[in-house]
């Protein structure tokens, strides 16, 4: 039982960890109806530059804040430079030049800071009531932090004109650009937010499996798996996604198939899911009109 | 002019050259003035990590060409890349074979590629020198006479680490977490080799991991429950740092012993944590270049002095620098005896006859050694255990072979 | 262009193709070799992608059973090499048409998903032990090279060359006419106006799951020759990268095009050559810079802008 349970919370803390970053590529489709794939390598980048920050001497929150502002700027430049050129461009267009995003980041990162492992400092303490052999004060903390960047997203798109905009704007840039809204604006601000939340979960992330140019290879398969199982244009579906993936994968792994099947068998499930609910768990069904 | 008159043309000069100065006997690749080395390198793709050894090494080959080469003749190196891809490496090999003429391939990287080009480079009988793998396929003269090991073999390894356990704690129950390539595969056949009848009930548990994983976190805590009180960590730097950190983490404190492929304790330890790496056990041949103890040494003092002069702003506590440091250094003690027999087949005789050569990094007491039948160069390892600041090495010399 | 010059604009490009290794080194034919191999891919992708209008992130999955399955039955029945391509086609047949079925489920992105999941999945199932037996686990295969057959006087690498080229014309063939009949009609139909063409009465599953399967049969052809050629496959041969660089490679190209699976072939088999000649600290950075070129440069890829060109130049 107790083996159990401490797989169970194992499975739980690397969830987190999906949901996190799941989280920045729900922002990144409902802004511009995209999925992301250089989000990770994005976020691996603002995490070194926090790292570079901290081993300046920055204190940890204020590295956090000014990763997280560099990130929110750097995300708005990328989609005016890099993307706007193919905002017309067929998908698969847009899907290669992600790629080229992902492998320049990546090669950049290990140019600039090699490809030796480092250890990203974690902020959390856990208090002294609170210890206890299942939960280590960073996981706890990220996955605090995780549920309030989900709040603050979902009220985001629920109760603000912004969000309303933004989504309208992704969803039908002709009709919104009638109503007066700024659908290039809209798009470079989508492409902020997301990086800034991508940001937020590198810096979770790093203090876990380590900060290297590859850090987020394994983490954005889990990710794309969490955010669709849950539904991508739901935020509280990628995060209920995150935390599912984490634990079905790990208790497989330790009591199903064992380890050298595990990642294959997850993803079987995942996609058994799908094609019984093609919009994933809480994702809304689209209508289309003839 | 046509390409045929030309190419005679340059013959011919080539001929007047060298019956003037009137030496040497040459393999293509080599010449008075030039041998030309090629290797393949994952420069970009997941294992780059790795290609620091190949920046090493170009690096030590430029210093000794300007220290005046190898006799007089300069190194050209050829270091490609394959981004870890067998077809690439394929590709990029026969590159430096047929375009480049290369003599020899030097400590190119990883089992798959270095499986991929065995057969073709033994057929054009071009040596395949101290392959950057410990693999233990790759010491087999028999079949493949042009193929080289070099580090201590995963399966050695093992065996030491095996016996160890069957002396010091023979009623151990054992954990072992390895990484699902032939790296883990080859580590798990050395330990049950050694443990033989007892392998069924003193493994406990076996399991693993992918490179693609992003923790491993469930795998230590399946270790834990087995109830094992030892813990073989079978991975690469990144994933051995995870494991010494979640065990601590869960508050698990079996026996640890891991692989010399990760014992760096800037690479591994730090990032773990040294508290909760203290009592690791592990095996080494090279010294580590944090270790205190070596401080003034003069071959320490050496390196040191090449990385701050040829190598500015690379990493000491980078182990795959003094990797490749000392595998460059190696090539070169073969070169060197070569003297002006630079044909491929006098390469692979010095290289295979090998006696007592000592390499600046090596652990005191370990020296590199070769016969016509063994082509493992490095076959000694000595343990050590991590105290909390370095490494601190027990026990004699151990020998896998 | 009148049909009958444009055949005679192919039949003038594969002979110079044809004589291309009798100028070049068994170096340079070999990297053709490969070229050729990939273009083999690219074109049965486009099929699914550019004609079906189905993502597929996972094509490595089928390059890697067509690989596998050649050296199995070399290595373990004995087969000649040229008796193995069959099976390895029929095989990826197989296992395309049965991907295909869930695919039908499945849209967009989240096709994307289960396909590339399929390529991240590859080299595990690969490695698996229970199959250790014919696979080799993570050692691998390791496989003969064939010589030129009757006695020829060709080099093992001009022959395989020839060998590649052949198929790959026929399988170019067989793709320029599917896609000129009824089948590439009805794909193109469904790609457009799904609801439309099933009202006129195109089968909709049948077609798609069918074209699934050709894809992968044309990838399972290509991984056979590319497992021939390399004289090897281990796990490590199949990983993503590789589907990521066939979806690459027909957006270069030029999606929904017959002549784009060349380009995109050239493209993926050279330019990573070039960027590790500019820069070892940072080949990928080059290789993006280059991809992000191509691509503000030539959105719909090479064979589109070359179509441009050619109009453009008749006007004038």
Same mark, same amino acid.
């Given at each position: 039982?107790?083996?159990?349970?401490?797989?169970?919370?194992?499975?739980?803390?690397?969830?987190?960890?999906?949901?996190?970053?799941?989280?920045?590529?729900?922002?990144?489709?409902?802004?511009?109806?995209?999925?992301?794939?250089?989000?990770?390598?994005?976020?691996?980048?603002?995490?070194?530059?926090?790292?570079?920050?901290?081993?300046?001497?920055?204190?940890?929150?204020?590295?956090?804040?000014?990763?997280?502002?560099?990130?929110?700027?750097?995300?708005?430049?990328?989609?005016?430079?890099?993307?706007?050129?193919?905002?017309?461009?067929?998908?698969?267009?847009?899907?290669?030049?992600?790629?080229?995003?992902?492998?320049?980041?990546?090669?950049?990162?290990?140019?600039?800071?090699?490809?030796?492992?480092?250890?990203?400092?974690?902020?959390?303490?856990?208090?002294?009531?609170?210890?206890?052999?299942?939960?280590?004060?960073?996981?706890?903390?990220?996955?605090?932090?995780?549920?309030?960047?989900? #709040?603050?997203?979902?009220?985001?798109?629920?109760?603000?004109?912004?969000?309303?905009?933004?989504?309208?704007?992704?969803?039908?840039?002709?009709?919104?650009?009638?109503?007066?809204?700024?659908?290039?604006?809209?798009?470079?601000?989508?492409?902020?937010?997301?990086?800034?939340?991508?940001?937020?979960?590198?810096?979770?992330?790093?203090?876990?499996?380590?900060?290297?140019?590859?850090?987020?290879?394994?983490?954005?398969?889990?990710?794309?798996?969490?955010?669709?199982?849950?539904?991508?244009?739901?935020?509280?579906?990628?995060?209920?996604?995150?935390?599912?993936?984490? #634990?079905?994968?790990?208790?497989?792994?330790?009591?199903?198939?064992?380890?050298?099947?595990?990642?294959?068998?997850?993803?079987?499930?995942?996609?058994?899911?799908? #094609?019984?609910?093609?919009?994933?768990?809480?994702?809304?069904?689209?209508?289309?009109?003839? | 002019?046509?390409?045929?008159?030309?190419?005679?043309?340059?013959?011919?000069?080539?001929?007047?050259?060298?019956?003037?100065?009137?030496?040497?006997?040459?393999?293509?690749?080599?010449?008075?003035?030039?041998?030309?080395?090629?290797?393949?390198?994952?420069?970009?793709?997941?294992?780059?990590?790795?290609?620091?050894?190949?920046?090493?090494?170009?690096?030590?080959?430029?210093?000794?060409?300007?220290?005046?080469?190898?006799?007089? &003749?300069?190194?050209?190196?050829?270091?490609?890349?394959?981004?870890?891809?067998?077809?690439?490496?394929?590709?990029?090999?026969?590159?430096?074979?047929?375009?480049?003429?290369?003599?020899?391939?030097?400590?190119?990287?990883?089992?798959?590629?270095?499986?991929?080009?065995?057969?073709?480079?033994?057929?054009?009988?071009?040596?395949?020198?101290?392959?950057?793998?410990?693999?233990?396929?790759?010491?087999?003269?028999?079949?493949?006479?042009?193929?080289?090991?070099?580090?201590?073999?995963?399966?050695?390894?093992?065996?030491?680490?095996?016996?160890?356990?069957?002396?010091? &704690?023979?009623?151990?129950?054992?954990?072992?977490?390895?990484?699902?390539?032939?790296?883990?595969?080859?580590?798990?056949?050395?330990?049950?080799?050694?443990?033989?009848?007892?392998?069924?009930?003193?493994?406990?548990?076996?399991? $693993?991991?992918?490179?693609?994983?992003?923790?491993?976190?469930?795998?230590?805590?399946?270790?834990?429950?087995?109830?094992?009180?030892?813990?073989?960590?079978?991975? $690469?730097?990144?994933?051995?740092?995870?494991?010494?950190?979640?065990?601590?983490?869960?508050?698990?404190?079996?026996?640890?012993?891991?692989?010399?492929?990760?014992?760096?304790?800037?690479?591994?330890?730090?990032?773990?944590?040294?508290?909760?790496?203290?009592?690791?056990?592990?095996?080494?041949?090279?010294?580590?270049?944090?270790?205190?103890?070596?401080?003034?040494?003069?071959?320490?003092?050496?390196?040191?002095?090449?990385?701050?002069?040829?190598?500015?702003?690379?990493?000491?506590?980078?182990?795959?620098?003094?990797?490749?440091?000392?595998?460059?250094?190696?090539?070169?003690?073969?070169?060197?005896?070569?003297?002006?027999?630079?044909?491929?087949?006098?390469?692979?005789?010095?290289?295979?006859?090998?006696?007592?050569?000592?390499?600046?990094?090596?652990?005191?007491?370990?020296?590199?050694?070769?016969?016509?039948?063994?082509?493992?160069?490095?076959?000694?390892?000595?343990?050590?255990?991590?105290?909390?600041?370095?490494?601190?090495?027990?026990?004699?010399?151990?020998?896998?072979? | 262009?009148?049909?009958?010059?444009?055949?005679?604009?192919?039949?003038?490009? =594969?002979?110079? !193709?044809?004589?291309?290794?009798?100028?070049?080194? +068994?170096?340079?034919?070999?990297?053709?070799?490969?070229?050729?191999?990939?273009?083999?891919?690219?074109?049965?992708?486009?099929?699914?992608?550019?004609?079906?209008?189905?993502?597929?992130?996972?094509?490595?999955?089928?390059?890697?059973?067509?690989?596998?399955?050649?050296?199995?039955?070399?290595?373990?029945?004995?087969?000649?090499?040229?008796?193995?391509?069959?099976?390895?086609?029929? =095989?990826?047949?197989?296992?395309?048409?049965?991907?295909?079925?869930?695919?039908?489920?499945?849209?967009?992105?989240?096709?994307?998903?289960?396909?590339?999941?399929?390529?991240?999945?590859?080299?595990?199932?690969?490695?698996?032990?229970?199959?250790?037996?014919?696979?080799?686990?993570?050692?691998?295969?390791?496989?003969?090279?064939?010589?030129?057959?009757?006695?020829?006087?060709?080099?093992?690498?001009?022959?395989?060359?020839?060998?590649?080229?052949?198929?790959?014309? !026929?399988?170019?063939?067989?793709?320029?006419?599917?896609?000129?009949?009824?089948?590439?009609?009805?794909? =193109?139909?469904?790609?457009?106006?799904?609801?439309?063409?099933?009202?006129?009465?195109? +089968?909709?599953?049948?077609?798609?799951?069918?074209?699934?399967?050709?894809?992968?049969?044309?990838?399972?052809?290509?991984?056979?020759?590319?497992?021939?050629?390399?004289?090897?496959?281990?796990?490590?041969?199949?990983?993503?990268?590789?589907?990521?660089?066939?979806?690459?490679?027909?957006?270069?190209?030029?999606?929904?095009?017959?002549?784009?699976?060349?380009?995109?072939?050239?493209?993926?088999?050279?330019?990573?050559?070039?960027? +590790?000649?500019?820069?070892?600290?940072?080949?990928?950075?080059?290789?993006?810079?280059?991809?992000?070129?191509?691509?503000?440069?030539?959105?719909?890829?090479?064979?589109?802008?070359?179509?441009?060109?050619?109009?453009?130049?008749?006007?004038?």
């Amino acid at each position: 039982m107790e083996a159990f349970l401490h797989q169970l919370f194992a499975g739980i803390a690397t969830g987190g960890i999906y949901a996190s970053i799941a989280l920045a590529l729900v922002m990144i489709y409902q802004s511009t109806h995209h999925i992301n794939f250089a989000q990770g390598e994005l976020a691996m980048f603002s995490t070194y530059l926090a790292w570079t920050c901290v081993e300046a001497g920055l204190p940890w929150w204020a590295a956090f804040v000014l990763t997280v502002v560099a990130s929110f700027v750097a995300g708005a430049v990328i989609e005016r430079v890099v993307m706007r050129p193919v905002q017309h461009a067929p998908v698969l267009s847009v899907v290669i030049v992600f790629i080229a995003l992902l492998v320049i980041l990546n090669s950049l990162a290990g140019w600039i800071w090699t490809y030796t492992i480092k250890t990203f400092p974690s902020p959390f303490v856990m208090p002294r009531a609170l210890e206890n052999p299942w939960l280590s004060a960073h996981e706890a903390g990220s996955i605090g932090v995780t549920l309030a960047v989900l #709040v603050a997203l979902w009220a985001f798109f629920r109760f603000t004109r912004l969000g309303l905009a933004m989504r309208a704007a992704a969803q039908n840039p002709v009709s919104s650009r009638l109503a007066g809204i700024r659908v290039g604006q809209m798009l470079m601000l989508g492409w902020g937010l997301a990086a800034a939340i991508g940001a937020v979960a590198g810096m979770l992330i790093a203090p876990v499996v380590y900060l290297d140019p590859n850090m987020m290879a394994g983490v954005m398969l889990y990710a794309f798996a969490a955010a669709l199982l849950g539904g991508i244009d739901n935020p509280v579906g990628a995060v209920l996604g995150g935390f599912i993936v984490g #634990v079905v994968e790990n208790l497989a792994g330790a009591y199903l198939v064992g380890t050298e099947l595990k990642l294959t068998v997850a993803l079987a499930l995942i996609i058994g899911v799908l #094609v019984f609910r093609p919009t994933g768990l809480l994702g809304r069904r689209t209508v289309v009109r003839v | 002019m046509n390409r045929f008159i030309r190419s005679t043309l340059v013959a011919v000069t080539a001929l007047v050259a060298t019956g003037a100065v009137a030496a040497g006997k040459y393999s293509p690749g080599a010449s008075d003035t030039e041998i030309r080395v090629g290797q393949t390198m994952p420069y970009s793709g997941p294992a780059s990590a790795y290609a620091a050894i190949g920046k090493a090494q170009a690096a030590y080959f430029q210093m000794i060409n300007e220290q005046g080469g190898v006799n007089g &003749r300069k190194i050209t190196f050829l270091s490609l890349d394959d981004g870890y891809s067998p077809p690439k490496a394929v590709e990029q090999t026969r590159k430096l074979v047929e375009q480049d003429e290369v003599l020899l391939l030097f400590n190119s990287l990883g089992t798959a590629n270095n499986t991929a080009t065995q057969k073709y480079l033994n057929a054009k009988k071009v040596p395949q020198l101290f392959v950057a793998t410990g693999a233990s396929k790759f010491g087999d003269p028999k079949n493949f006479p042009w193929t080289m090991g070099w580090q201590p073999n995963y399966v050695a390894e093992a065996r030491v680490f095996a016996q160890w356990v069957l002396k010091t &704690r023979p009623d151990a129950k054992i954990a072992v977490i390895s990484q699902n390539d032939d790296f883990g595969k080859d580590y798990l056949r050395g330990i049950k080799e050694v443990l033989g009848d007892k392998a069924a009930k003193m493994i406990v548990l076996e399991t $693993t991991y992918e490179v693609t994983d992003p923790t491993v976190d469930s795998q230590v805590v399946q270790a834990k429950s087995s109830g094992a009180d030892v813990l073989m960590n079978i991975a $690469t730097p990144k994933f051995a740092a995870q494991i010494i950190r979640k065990a601590a983490d869960i508050g698990w404190k079996p026996v640890q012993l891991m692989t010399d492929v990760s014992a760096s304790v800037g690479a591994v330890l730090t990032p773990a944590g040294l508290d909760k790496a203290k009592d690791l056990i592990s095996a080494s041949y090279l010294k580590d270049p944090t270790d205190a103890r070596f401080k003034d040494d003069p071959a320490m003092k050496a390196y040191y002095a090449f990385l701050k002069k040829y190598m500015p702003g690379a990493d000491p506590k980078d182990s795959f620098n003094a990797y490749g440091y000392n595998s460059a250094a190696n090539l070169i003690h073969v070169l060197k005896t070569c003297g002006d027999d630079l044909t491929r087949e006098n390469v692979m005789k010095v290289a295979s006859t090998m006696k007592d050569v000592e390499l600046p990094l090596l652990m005191p007491g370990i020296k590199v050694n070769t016969s016509p039948t063994d082509y493992y160069p490095i076959a000694e390892v000595v343990l050590i255990r991590f105290d909390g600041q370095q490494w601190q090495p027990f026990g004699d010399v151990m020998s896998g072979r | 262009m009148t049909p009958a010059l444009r055949v005679g604009g192919v039949v003038l490009a =594969v002979a110079i !193709a044809a004589a291309l290794p009798f100028f070049l080194t +068994d170096y340079r034919t070999f990297q053709f070799t490969q070229a050729l191999i990939y273009a083999i891919v690219l074109l049965g992708l486009n099929l699914l992608t550019g004609y079906s209008g189905q993502i597929s992130l996972g094509h490595g999955a089928f390059y890697a059973v067509g690989a596998y399955t050649a050296a199995i039955l070399m290595d373990q029945a004995g087969w000649p090499y040229w008796a193995t391509l069959p099976v390895a086609g029929a =095989v990826c047949f197989g296992f395309g048409f049965l991907f295909g079925l869930p695919a039908l489920r499945l849209h967009g992105h989240y096709l994307a998903f289960a396909t590339f999941a399929l390529a991240v999945a590859t080299p595990q199932i690969l490695k698996y032990k229970g199959i250790e037996h014919w696979t080799g686990g993570v050692q691998g295969i390791v496989t003969l090279k064939p010589d030129a057959p009757f006695g020829l006087p060709l080099s093992q690498d001009r022959w395989l060359y020839l060998f590649t080229l052949a198929i790959a014309v !026929a399988l170019f063939v067989v793709a320029w006419n599917l896609v000129r009949g009824r089948v590439g009609r009805a794909l =193109v139909a469904l790609r457009d106006h799904p609801i439309a063409a099933e009202a006129m009465g195109v +089968d909709a599953a049948f077609f798609k799951t069918t074209v699934f399967g050709i894809s992968a049969m044309y990838a399972g052809i290509a991984g056979a020759l590319g497992g021939i050629a390399v004289q090897f496959v281990s796990p490590d041969a199949f990983t993503t990268l590789l589907s990521i660089s066939f979806v690459v490679g027909i957006v270069v190209g030029g999606i929904a095009t017959i002549s784009g699976a060349l380009w995109g072939a050239l493209f993926i088999q050279f330019v990573p050559n070039v960027a +590790d000649q500019i820069s070892k600290a940072a080949p990928w950075a080059i290789y993006g810079a280059v991809l992000l070129v191509f691509i503000y440069a030539m959105p719909g890829g090479v064979a589109w802008m070359l179509r441009r060109v050619a109009g453009s130049l008749r006007r004038a």
